[in-house]
């Protein structure tokens, strides 16, 4: 078992042991089911369909939680939404913990409110997708021993002794090959030949099933025009009246429509950092698709060679960055809030971390050779903040972590940490 799955694993047995209700979220096909079945092997699974109501639920969800003892694993629980209000009344009768495990793939107004009105009863985890440490060989674990800390966690408990730490890389696939594939974990054996067929096959279903059930509007035509757009668009800052030149519709449709794949986990906003500064800070979000296998094939680009001579590396680099950190968040039982940062003038940081008073500036470069001027947007928000400002990092596609100058580590993003 690799160290992430590890984090993410005891994380989900931590809850079960204080949370009457867990509920795990994220996008469709990233393994949400699969952990709780080998958490939890023996307990019940029942999976609801969009359509049929083949146990009930909808119908009379006091009998069909009579009729299933807990514990009880339910998946895509959005398609009963009537069950929730009964699962509250329910777990309320007892205090034991770990009672009901749900899943879902679409953050539906009813099921946050539902999650809501739990408040103290349920444990909620947002699932990422698979990155490259799931496919790493460096580390295996069995039961009992030490897990080893992800670089993230060792960058936020002592952000300047990287270098010290920083034993290889997970390097089994190419950082090109990496951001070309994706994290969906039903590809980690699949040749390359399928991954073209599984991303084009997702999207159709996605879009006839998730986007259609989370909109009835996404059914027009526009909408997979628009979906491949926000794929280009990724890594940019969110200017809706850019988007709506791009893509010939209304500002409004197009916030309604990125609010969909906000619901259905298939995109992220990370916002401005701005805490009162003196200089003029640009106050827009940046946009993430929050996989890159997903955005290199609404693209078009069909194999790992392609996207190492396009124009799209560098974005689709840092989308990928982006979203390992916060798939490498989802462990940590303290996990850091997540910004972006740029002045009116041009300085940037592509991923601020703020946690206990501290920020954690990090730059994402895709090019394999860097120099001190790629630290001039880390220098710049330091200089704008001061002595809150940690040692920053550069992540980067190389394969050795050394100080590019005082105060900035390059680091690659696929580094692994000394065990403990």
Known sequence: MNYRLR?????????????????????RQIGKSTLLKNLFPTIPHIVFDRISDDYGAKE??????????RPLILDEIQYVPELLSYIKRTVDESETPGQYFLTGSHNLQSLKAAAESMAGRVGILDLEHFSIFEETKSFTFSSGKQVPPSWLEHYLSS??????????????????????RGGFPGLLDKPQELVSIFYKSYTRTYIERDALYADISTGSPAFGKFLKIM??????????????????LTEKQIQHWEHVLKQTYQWREIPSYQ??????????????LTDTGLA????????????????????????????????????????PFVYHWRTLSGAEVDIV??????????????????????????????????????????????TICYELKEGVTALPFNALIKPR
Request: glycine share 8%.
């Open 7 to 27: 984090h993410i694993q005891e994380r989900i047995i931590f809850l079960a042991q204080h949370f009457k209700v867990i509920l795990i979220t994220g996008a």
């Open 60 to 69: 009379n969800p006091a009998l069909f939680l009579k009729s299933h003892p």
């Open 159 to 180: 952000p300047a002794t990287l270098v010290q730490h920083v034993i290889a890389t997970a390097n089994e696939v190419s950082p090109v090959q990496a951001v070309w």
């Open 231 to 248: 794929a280009v668009l990724s890594a940019q800052e969110i200017n809706y009246a850019h988007f709506s030149r791009e893509l010939g």
């Open 275 to 288: 805490n009162n500064s003196l200089k003029r800070v640009a106050k827009r979000g940046k946009g993430y």
């Open 296 to 335: 290199c094939s609404l693209q078009g680009i069909t194999d790992p060679l392609s996207l190492l001579g396009s124009s799209q590396l560098g974005p689709l680099f840092e989308t990928y960055c982006v979203n390992l950190i916060f798939k490498l968040i989802t462990g940590l039982t303290e996990q």
């Open 353 to 398: 971390l703020s946690m206990n008073g501290k920020l954690y500036p990090i730059e994402i470069k895709s090019g394999t050779t860097l120099s001190k001027n790629d630290a001039r947007g880390i220098s710049a928000f330091k200089e704008e903040y001061g002595a809150n400002v940690q040692h920053g990092i550069i992540l980067y596609p190389g």
